[in-house]
T-cell receptor, first 115, second 113 residues
């Protein structure tokens, strides 16, 4: 079974530029998550989708971050404009339902450096 | 707010010895806990989980212990191998928060030969 796929793996941009990350969850997984992991810290949830609806986006900086999952499968996370403090790994994860005990599987992450 | 923290940032263990990684959590409403392993340059990998109605769960070479009285979680790795070198995170989910996980800052396990 294929895992969670993410691209690009690495991205370097200048501050105030924009960037987009793509995620393809495990086939059949209804729930998709985007986490931000700053170096030396644990992952922090940015947004959670159930199919194509948003379940939780309370920690998403909505003035610059946006995410969508239009057809309930793939998802895109966008940052515009980027700030230096956005340098982090952006992890996509998925689970088979709303996650009541079901395992959450992570992708390899998209590493963003803002200079 | 809720927090999950780890007692030791770095743990050094000799190959073949047992490892114990500890984690404290502060929210008594948490009902589900997971341990993840993260190798350099990779995403977190699920190791083992435990629900709050249990106090012990065993997997292959790993055991998770939950002490709800003192809000403490531990991961025991038997016969530690070089491949176990990684950062280990505990994560908790508060009951009713629809699978939102709160992660600690991680413990780095270094296995020496």
């Amino acid at each position: 079974e294929a895992g969670v796929a993410q691209s690009p793996r690495y991205k370097i941009i200048e501050k105030r530029q924009s960037v987009a990350f793509w995620c393809n969850p495990i086939s059949g997984h209804a729930t998709l998550y985007w986490y931000q992991q700053i170096l030396g810290q644990g992952p922090k949830l940015l947004i959670q989708f159930q199919n194509n609806g948003v379940v939780d986006d309370s920690q998403l900086p909505k003035d610059r971050f946006s995410a969508e999952r239009l057809k309930g499968v793939d998802s895109t996370l966008k940052i515009q404009p980027a700030k230096l403090e956005d340098s982090a790994v952006y992890l996509c994860a998925s689970s088979s339902d709303r996650g009541s005990g079901n395992t959450i599987y992570f992708g390899e992450g998209s590493w963003l450096t803002v200079v | 707010g809720e927090s999950v923290g780890l007692h030791l940032p770095t743990l050094s263990v000799q190959e073949g010895d047992n490892s114990i990684i500890n984690c404290a959590y502060s929210n008594s409403a948490s009902d589900y806990f997971i341990w993840y392993k993260q190798e350099s340059g990779k995403g977190p990998q699920f190791i083992i989980d435990i629900r709050s109605n249990m106090d012990k769960r065993q997997g292959q070479r790993v055991t998770v212990l939950l002490n709800k009285t003192v809000k403490h979680l531990s991961l025991q790795i038997a016969a530690t191998q070089p491949g176990d070198s990684a950062v280990y995170f505990c994560a908790e989910r508060v009951s009713g928060t629809a699978s939102k996980l709160t992660f600690g800052t991680g413990t780095r396990l270094q296995v020496t030969l």
